[in-house]
């Protein structure tokens, strides 16, 4: 690393403060505090703006930078693709486009086609278009209701907040798109019937899915929209039997799997996909942060042969294909980033390694729940984990949303990034999130633990 701590940043923070308006952030904070640029990375580390090192936790804040920082790999390919061809609308192709679309559907059997775009958000819109635009299509417009689970999250714009199930996170942005419909979250720590367990629970949590699309009209509902493994909402496994009880319930009332793997996508859980450890078959799949590791910007929305031939146009039909573009899909750095990453995880074999270390921070997070019992539960698959805090095990009575800050601001001056759940549920904003880079290693998800359980020490 170059000795940033002998390089005058001063003009840059001051910038920042005048210019920038940051992500996710109050900014009174910054009338009196300096806000942190991180200046480089390498492999698991950033440094910031006094040369501090930390090491990353989350992979770039939001589950992003799977394959690590500083990777020269990724930056020559986008270097080289955009001297030779860097944008034409995506009206018409391009080699990368073409060549990833290729390696990602050869990972993904029983779907077909990649709609390029450029976020999360994005590509989930471009799913829920097309369920609408089938409604009007084969269904007279009737079959036009999305569901979408509490807990959940979809992205940013207001379509997607509607299909937000974290009320703090779509607080103050209604009115919202009408036709989305809520169904209860599986977390089975958070019972919501209490007198069944393990896979009846599972079963229970995926009946009650049927029980709105009852309530609603089952020719009205259309699709079905979750997250294969709940994110930000708490990292939250399904128990058994909730998935195979999905699937009967989409068979039964003819309705669309779209799957968000925006999160989970392209080796967070130890498979290429979350959905992958389920057995789930899908009609459309979305994903975006791990794509192409945060080196371009990049999403992509694939369905199904099925869905595809849905929008072939008809002669007399020239509304009947799917109307939409997205400008930057056209750039050709988003899949030349994504070629290189996916080389890079099959190269180096990360998808084991993730699976492996997974384990591992599993195992400390779970002996560090014998030594606080502020650890009421862990859950993760993957290298996706989080530990639920409370202040009574016994009642499972959430721990303050201020104290879960705290344990990560306690890491942050110890040198290690981790997350937490805060302002998306009320009053369980109380769950740390871990997502280290595929490329961790035993002495990394160590380092991580350690600082958790010092930081719990003082904390609590």
Partial sequence: ??????????????????????????????????????????????????????????????????????????????????????????????????????????????????????????????????????????????????????????????????????????????????????????????????????????????????????????????????????????????????????????????????????VCGVGRTGEWFGYQHYGIEPDFVTMAKGVASGYAAISCMVTSERVFEMFKDVPDDHLGYFRDISTFGGCTAGPAAALENMAIIEREDLLANCAAMGERLMGNLHELAERHAVIGDVRGKGLFCGAELVSDRTDRTPAEEARVKAVVADCMEQGVVIGASNRSMPGFNNTLLFSPALIATADDIDAITDSVDRALGRVF
Wanted: charge should be negative; proline fraction near 5%.
């Fill in 1 to 262: 690393m170059d000795d940033l701590h002998m390089n005058d940043l001063s003009d840059i923070v001051a910038a920042d403060r005048a210019h920038i308006w940051h992500h996710l952030m109050p900014h009174k904070s910054l009338e009196t505090t300096d806000p942190r640029i991180i200046v480089e990375g390498k492999g698991m580390r950033v440094w910031d703006q006094h040369g501090k090192e930390h090491l990353d936790g989350v992979s770039g804040g939001v589950w992003t930078v799977n394959v690590g920082y500083g990777r020269t790999e990724i930056a020559d390919a986008v270097r080289d693709q955009l001297v030779k061809m860097n944008y034409f609308a995506q009206t018409l192709g391009s080699v990368p486009g073409a060549r990833f679309a290729e390696r990602l559907i050869a990972k993904m059997p029983g779907m077909s086609r990649v709609f390029y775009a450029n976020s999360g958000s994005e590509a989930n819109e471009k799913a829920f278009k097309m369920v609408r635009q089938i409604s009007a299509r084969q269904h007279g417009g009737r079959k036009y209701k999305i569901l979408y689970r509490d807990r959940d999250y979809h992205g940013t714009t207001i379509a997607n907040l509607s299909a937000g199930g974290q009320d703090e996170r779509n607080a103050q942005y209604g009115p919202f798109t009408p036709g989305f419909v809520r169904v209860p979250h599986c977390l089975e720590y958070r019972k919501q019937w209490d007198d069944v367990s393990g896979a009846d629970y599972g079963r229970r949590a995926a009946d009650a899915i049927e029980e709105v699309i009852l309530r609603e009209g089952p020719d009205t509902v259309g699709a079905l929209c979750l997250e294969p493994i709940t994110a930000g909402g708490g990292v939250i496994l399904p128990p058994p039997g909730y998935w195979e009880r999905v699937g009967e319930i989409v068979r039964k009332y003819d309705l669309l799997l779209h799957l968000d793997e925006v």
